[in-house]
């Protein structure tokens, strides 16, 4: 099950997040948690070059994409190498939207076009088949 989506800038502001299936008391931790793990992580981090964590019985897929960092939360058969599939598309579908890396800018500036593209991920990677 693909648990939660989020994209945040550079000081760590979340700019977009979906959760499927997290109770609303769990999104707090989830969002703290995936915040610091960036911040320790990410600098350095080529664009797209993927980390991977584990946090009790989920696994966390997160990358940087020009000045946004990207994290997929997963569980059961969303293991990290299905969110690494999971989290290119999304960036391919981020670039493809802004035509390159975005700024945190580019990215609000477009930031309708990426929510109607990232629900329609979330959404389809989430529902049955």
């Keep these: 099950m693909l648990l939660a989506v989020l994209i945040a800038n550079s000081e760590g502001n979340i700019l977009v997040e979906r959760f499927n299936g997290v109770p609303g008391e769990e999104r707090l931790h989830w969002r703290s948690f995936l915040v610091k793990l960036g911040a320790d992580n990410l600098k350095g981090v080529k664009n797209e070059e993927l980390c991977v964590a584990c ?75």
């Excluded at 990358?63 to 960092?69: D, I, K, P, Q, R």
């Excluded at 293991?79 to 690494?84: M, N, P, R, V, Y």
């Excluded at 999304?90 to 580019?106: F, N, Q």
């Design 55 to 129: 946090h009790k019985s989920v696994y966390i897929v997160y990358t940087v994409l020009g000045h946004v960092s990207i994290y997929l939360v997963g569980k059961d058969e969303y293991d990290e190498l299905a969110l690494s599939e999971a989290i290119f598309v999304v960036t391919s579908a981020i670039k493809d939207v802004c035509g390159k890396p975005p700024t945190e800018r580019l990215f609000l500036d477009k930031y309708g076009r990426i929510c109607l593209c990232l629900d329609e991920i979330v959404w389809k990677v989430s529902s049955p088949s």
